[in-house]
């Protein structure tokens, strides 16, 4: 248990349905981030959220749209992916100071294929 | 761009000690994290060096040579349970604070 929980572990989903990922932090941290984590490939970093504002968007597609309502709850929204969307997808938070975030907390992640 | 090198996959046999490289080459360097991520769970946090030299936690150790742009991980009395994913993750100076990511190194544990 690392204090980040996701929602739901395993989702299958058709190119045209709506669904959305669930991330929450018990951690008290200040900044939740969002990472799409390939077979054979680098994490890599989608949305980052600094005390409710998103502060980085790395160039993701408008089919994925990031949601922060509070410090502790983070989501995804998903409409309309492409199969090459498929992947684990990875919730994590930190707490950040003066611009500077500490060690990353990572939940279980949420298994995403697209058909 | 920034760089980050790991191997792919090691094998290593249950009792021994293996070690883990990962080279980087980035613009600026604000310290360097090891997560362990066993298959289908959420990356854990391991080590974090920012200065050179060796950091030992238990079985696991962590080094690091800023002038080299390396660093690696070591695992002693190895176990079947470390058989897991290990990723090197580099701090940036300036600019994006957030760790950049290796691809990760596959390690298998046999008997």
């Known amino acids: 248990e690392t204090g980040v929980t996701q929602t739901p572990r395993h989702l299958v989903m058709g190119m045209t349905n709506k669904k959305s990922l669930k991330c929450e932090q018990h951690l008290g941290h200040n900044a939740m981030y969002w990472y799409k984590q390939s077979a054979k490939k680098p994490l890599e970093l989608m949305f980052v959220?600094?005390?409710?504002?998103?502060?980085e968007n790395n160039s993701v597609p408008s089919r994925f749209s990031p949601e922060c309502p509070n410090s502790s709850h983070l989501f995804l929204h998903l409409h309309t992916l492409q199969p090459e969307d498929s992947a684990l997808y990875l919730c994590?938070?930190?707490?950040?100071?003066?611009?500077?975030?500490?060690?990353?907390?990572f939940g279980p992640g949420t298994r995403l294929t697209v058909l | 761009g920034q760089n980050i090198d790991q191997p792919t996959e090691m094998t290593a046999t249950e009792g021994a000690i293996v070690q883990i490289n990962c080279t980087y080459q980035?613009?600026?360097?604000?310290?360097l994290f090891w997560y362990q991520q066993h298959a289908g769970e959420a990356p854990t946090f391991l080590s974090y060096?920012?200065?050179?030299g060796l950091e030992e936690k238990g079985r696991f150790s962590s080094f690091l040579s800023r002038s080299k742009g390396y660093s690696y991980l070591l695992l002693k009395e190895l176990q079947m349970k470390d058989s897991a994913s290990y990723l090197c993750a580099v701090r940036l100076s300036g600019g994006s604070y957030i760790p950049t990511f290796g691809r990760g190194t596959s390690l298998i544990v046999h008997p």
């Open positions: 980035t613009s600026g360097f604000n310290g």
């Open positions: 060096n920012v200065l050179d």
């Open positions: 959220y600094s005390l409710e504002e998103r502060v």
């Open positions: 994590a938070s930190s707490q950040e100071t003066n611009g500077v975030a500490d060690t990353q907390y």
